[in-house]
Every structure is written in structure tokens, then in C-alpha cells.
């Protein structure tokens, strides 16, 4: 979603906010804008559409080494150059960008127009500037905090005046702010990936607190002007991890590196001897976790399915009764928390607004949250009590692949030691650990037949309709490949469970209208196989991913893809890939925008 980001130094302003710009549109965005400023004069460039439209109107050589620039993601108002970011107030001297919602926008803005202020934009962020600009004695800073106090709802917000020469004044409340440190530099941006070329440095900034930098320095205070000392962090990313290499997508390199961040995933967590995981991220205690009665999972998306999936298996392998919740429901439902309960909320942004809220929510309520993330530092990972980061590496593509693996493993390990504490004998620990280490080969084995996947893609990307059908631990999978379709090629599917399709989708099938079973050889192998017969007389194309050597579906289905054998409640990594790359196949046989699908954002972070 939007993407922020300010720059005071001795360097060209215009390249860096634009190359920051830039390293920040795989969070999704509709038009972008820069302010820079020079000679006390604010120059102001915003387009609708990509980067490269706004940046063939900034002329090339645009002096100033100070400004702020923004990617945004529209919510009050249509997409147009004038909705665009940065807003100004009347003088034309004073700047803001802003990330998130501003909810009492209404109110404030026909108060502001009462005052006398002109509004030019549909936005609720241009209240923010004519706020400042009513404050503004000469302080910024103060301006700003006179601002927030009057805003409800989220924000990060970044404010520049001409009359302040460098510096940037930055607020955050529900929307991830961070400062990035170099000698005579600094920057202050939504994400660290807007910074990494420049800096290693950076202090995250919580709810509450607003950060003034120049070049020299920066202060960090909260409304009331009480000053707060951070810690520095060192990024330990590195730039090549975001680049896309020989990939023509970013997708398809998520998609192949899933056998290395998977082994990622597992690395260092294995404890062999004891057949057991080692997490000590998760911060509790061996008896903590023994008394743990009923676990509740929440996310949003992607994420969302891969908890889905764990539920079973946490029920199955430690016998704890799990259940799983999307986080903009759990949110505003006024949970019952009950001692014993433990929350975990999944997500791979670690920024998912609704999932953030949830943990907050669960917090208020006194409930233990732990997070499964894969943004180190973001803000559900440090505000959750503990968690196990996920290591996939940075995830550019907005549809989630490498994530939802690494997500399963991670959750698998956790599962792994909730049973080995409570019901699952040593050796039965031994063997998981073993199917565990064994999915890294498994998933390069399927990936070596991706051509059978385009073939596939190539016969079927022209229906309007799929039907994804899996049971057991593979229904959860099922809702990821249907949605994934969804994100990427635009084609309407539906994922439900195989069982259920005679209580209504069974109606919309038709030689239009494929199918994709996911079989495993599991115990409800026959149930599935039963599903095919059903839509496969009723002339519905069917296409199996099942296991190596499977006749009997061979004789059923019109196409097979095939997987390797696997225990059961393994199935769901290697179902996943091909759906993953269905999905990637079919969006480029149709023309689509792979890595960023219209209207869809990579980091949801408003409402
Ligand atoms: C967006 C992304 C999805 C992601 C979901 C949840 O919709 O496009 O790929 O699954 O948000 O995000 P999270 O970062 O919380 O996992």
C-alpha cells in the first residue's frame, strides 16, 4: 500500500526519493509524487500511474537536497495527478505526505474551510497540511504534534516547510515509520527497503512518536515533547535479496526459491537429539506452553490459509484444540479470552492492519500473542510477546508464495514441539523432523516439471471459471490456489472443500468450467476421488495434482500433474507449488501485470 519516504543531505534529493519510490511500488500503488525543495522554493511533481510516468515529468537535472515523496494507494479519491501526494496547504510552503487514514477528515476538513483554507484534492490528507499550516509559528515539529492530537485514525505522516531548511518532521500511529541513519544523511521512510542502497542503520519508530531529522541529527519525542532515546538496528538484509535476477518476475523467483527458504526456515531449529524444535524466540517457557488449553490462529490473505492448514495439524499431532480467525473479524468481535487460550497472528508483512489491531486488541484483553513473521522488526513482530520469524527472504511479488511455505514450516515446528510436549513419542518426533528436511528435495522435484504447468495454463487460462477442490489438511491449499488465480490472472475461482461441492458449486459445472482436485493419498483419498467421478460425468474438465504413478486418477481426470509421495500432513507444501505456478502461468498467458496485480496491494495497511 502507500510507500513514504524523506531524504535531507548534500545529495541530489530528486534521484534518491525516486529511486526510493521505486524500491517501495511492490507494496502496490496507483500514482506517485516528490516536493523537493530548492532555494526556499517547493517543487512539486505527482503523476497517477507508474514511477516512470512521474519521473519522465522531473526534469533531470531538478536541484535540492531535501524533500519527501510518496507512492499511494487510493482510498478518499479517485486516482488522478491532483489526488496524488505530496499535498500542500494555502501558502504552497508547506508539504505532508501521508500513509493510512485519516477517519475524522470530514469534520476537520469543513472546519478548515470555515477558516478560510482552500482545499484542491478529494483527499483526507490534504486536512493534515492545512492543519500544519494552521500551527505553524515557525516550529514544524510543534505544528505537526498540534496536528496529530486532532487526527483519528492512522497514520505516518511526513511534513516539510520551506522555511525549516532540511528538515523533516515525521509522525506514526498505526502506519510503520522508520528513521535510516548515514554520516551527513538521513532518510525517514515507510520501509527499509526504500533505504537499503543508503543505509544499514535505522530506528523504528512506535505509535505515538514523532521524529524530526536534518542531516546532522535527529530527535525523537511523543506529543507531550518528552524525548525518547531508541536503539539503533543494523538491517542485515542485503540489497541483491530484493533484486530480481535472471527472473522475468519477481513471482517466479519467489516460486523457485522456495527449496532454499524453506531450508531456511528450518536451519538452526532442529533439535535431532531430542526429535523436537528449538524456538526460543517464542518466549515462553516449557511449562507456559504445557499449559497451554486451546490455540487461536489470526491473519488476513494468504496467511490466512496457511493457519488454516496448521490448525489441523496442531489438533492432529498435539491434540489442542485450534482454531483460526481472520483478523478483521477477530478485531471488532469482541473475543472471549479465556486463560489458557493462546493467540498467534500470521503475517508476512508484519504490518496487516487488521491483523495488527487484532494482537492489540488481544493484548488489551490480557492474552499471550505470539507472531509468525517474516519482516524482522515490523511492527506485529515487536509488539506480539514472542514469535519465530519466518526467513523466506523478502517477498516482492503482492501474491504470496515463498511466504506461505515458510509460514507452514515455521508453524510446523511449533506444532512439532506442542506435540513432542505433550503426546508424540520420540521416535514419531524423529520422523516429522525427517519429513520436514525432506520438503526442500520434494519442492525441486516439482519445480523441475514447471513446463507441465505452463502447458497446463496455456490449455485452460482461457476459462472464466475454476473450481479448486482439495480435503483434510489439502482444503486450506485449495483456498490458497483459488485465490491466488484470483490475484494474479483475474479468473474467478472458488476453493472448497471437494466434499462440498454437491450442496451448490456442483450447479456451476460445466465443459467451461475446470476443476483442480488436489488428491493425496491420504485417508480420504476414495472421498476425493468419488468428487472427480461426480464432476467428471457431469462433462466438467478435471484436472488432478496427485502422486507419482496414480492410475486410477490418470483414468478420471483430463489432466494430471504429479507430485511426489509424501506423508499426509506434508501434502500441503508440495500442493501449493504447482497451484503457485498455475496461477503464474496463467496470468502471463493472459497479459497480466504479474507481480502487480491491479487494485491489490502487497501491505495492507489501512481498513
Ligand atoms: C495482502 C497481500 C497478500 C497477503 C495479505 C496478508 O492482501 O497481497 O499476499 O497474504 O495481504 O498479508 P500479511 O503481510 O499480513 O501476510
Request: net charge negative; aromatic share 6%.
Amino acid at each position: 500500500m502507500c510507500g513514504i519516504i524523506g531524504y535531507c543531505g548534500s545529495r541530489s534529493a530528486t534521484r534518491l526519493l525516486l529511486s526510493g519510490l521505486k524500491r517501495l511500488e511492490y507494496r502496490g500503488y496507483d500514482s506517485a509524487g516528490i516536493g523537493v525543495v530548492h532555494e526556499n522554493a517547493l517543487q512539486l511533481y505527482k503523476k497517477a500511474g507508474k514511477i516512470e510516468t512521474l519521473q519522465s515529468i522531473v526534469p533531470d537535472e531538478l536541484e535540492g537536497n531535501w524533500g519527501i515523496g510518496h507512492n499511494r494507494w487510493a482510498t478518499h479519491g479517485e486516482v488522478n495527478d491532483i489526488n496524488a501526494h505530496p499535498h500542500t496547504d494555502c501558502t504552497g510552503k508547506i508539504a505532508i505526505c501521508h500513509n493510512g487514514i485519516i477517519e475524522n477528515c470530514e469534520s476537520l476538513r469543513n472546519r478548515l474551510e470555515i477558516e478560510g483554507h482552500r482545499f484542491s484534492s478529494q483527499t483526507d490528507s490534504e486536512v493534515i497540511a492545512h492543519l500544519v499550516e494552521s500551527f505553524y509559528e515557525g516550529n514544524l515539529e510543534f505544528a505537526l504534534k498540534a496536528t496529530v492530537s486532532l487526527l483519528e485514525g492512522t497514520y505516518g505522516i511526513l511534513a516539510i516547510s520551506v522555511d525549516n531548511p532540511r528538515q523533516i518532521v515525521g509522525a506514526r500511529n498505526g502506519s510503520p515509520m522508520i528513521i535510516a541513519i548515514a554520516d551527513n544523511e538521513k532518510f525517514i521512510a515507510s520501509d527499509v527497503s526504500a533505504v537499503l542502497a543508503h543505509a544499514k542503520q535505522v530506528i523504528y519508530l512506535e505509535d505515538g512518536e514523532v521524529a524530526s531529522i536534518n542531516p546532522d541529527n535527529y530527535e525523537i519525542s511523543d506529543v507531550r515533547n518528552r524525548s525518547i532515546d531508541k536503539k539503533i538496528e543494523i538491517i542485515s538484509l542485503e540489497l541483491k535479496e530484493m533484486e530480481k535476477g535472471n527472473y522475468s518476475h519477481y513471482m517466479l523467483k519467489e516460486i523457485h526459491e522456495q527449496t532454499d527458504s524453506i531450508s531456511r526456515a528450518l536451519k538452526g531449529r532442529i533439535d535431532e537429539k531430542q526429535a523436537t524444535a528449538l524456538l526460543v524466540g517464542l518466549n515462553m517457557s516449557e511449562t507456559e506452553l504445557l499449559a497451554v488449553k486451546r490455540i487461536t490462529i489470526t491473519a488476513a490473505g494468504t496467511s490466512f490459509y496457511a493457519a488454516r492448514v496448521v490448525a489441523y495439524l496442531l489438533e492432529k499431532i498435539a491434540r489442542i484444540p485450534t482454531t483460526t480467525e481472520l483478523s478483521s473479524e477477530l478485531r471488532y468481535r469482541n473475543p472471549v479470552v479465556e486463560r489458557g487460550t493462546l493467540y498467534i497472528a500470521v503475517s508476512q508483512s508484519g504490518e496487516t492492519i487488521d491483523t495488527l489491531m487484532a494482537v492489540q486488541e488481544l493484548q488489551r484483553k490480557g492474552a499471550p500473542v505470539l507472531s509468525v513473521s517474516n519482516v524482522v522488526g515490523s511492527s506485529i513482530a515487536r509488539e506480539s510477546h514472542g514469535g519465530i520469524y519466518i526467513h523466506s527472504g523478502p517477498e516482492i511479488a503482492v501474491a504470496s508464495t515463498k511466504a506461505f511455505t515458510n509460514q507452514l514450516a515455521a508453524m510446523y515446528m511449533f506444532a512439532l514441539k506442542m506435540a513432542r510436549m505433550r503426546h508424540m513419542a520420540w521416535s514419531e518426533g524423529k520422523k516429522f523432523i525427517k519429513n520436514l528436511s525432506n520438503l526442500s528435495d520434494k519442492i525441486g522435484e516439482i519445480l523441475k516439471n514447471a513446463d507441465k504447468i505452463e502447458q497446463l495454463a496455456r490449455k485452460y487460462s482461457g476459462a472464466k471459471n475454476f473450481l479448486f477442490l482439495g480435503r483434510g489438511i489439502n482444503f486450506p491449499v485449495a483456498l490458497e490456489g483459488a485465490l491466488k488465480l484470483k490475484e494474479v490472472a483475474y479468473i474467478h475461482a472458488e476453493g472448497y472443500s471437494a466434499a462440498e461441492i454437491k450442496h451448490g458449486p456442483i450447479a456451476l459445472i460445466n465443459s467451461r468450467t475446470p476443476s483442480i482436485f488436489l488428491v493425496s493419498d491420504d485417508h480420504l483419498y476414495s472421498k476425493v476421488l468419488t468428487s472427480m467421478k461426480e464432476v467428471k460425468v457431469r462433462n466438467g474438465p478435471v484436472i488432478a495434482i496427485s502422486t507419482e504413478r496414480n492410475e486410477q486418477i490418470s483414468r478420471i481426470a483430463d489432466d494430471v500433474f504429479q507430485i511426489p509421495k509424501a506423508e499426509e500432513d506434508f501434502y500441503p507444501f508440495l500442493m501449493v507449488i504447482p497451484l503457485q505456478l498455475f496461477a503464474y502461468y496463467c496470468a502471463l498467458e493472459l497479459g497480466c501485470d504479474v507481480d502487480q496485480p491491479r487494485n491489490l496491494a502487497k501491505s495492507v495497511t489501512v481498513e
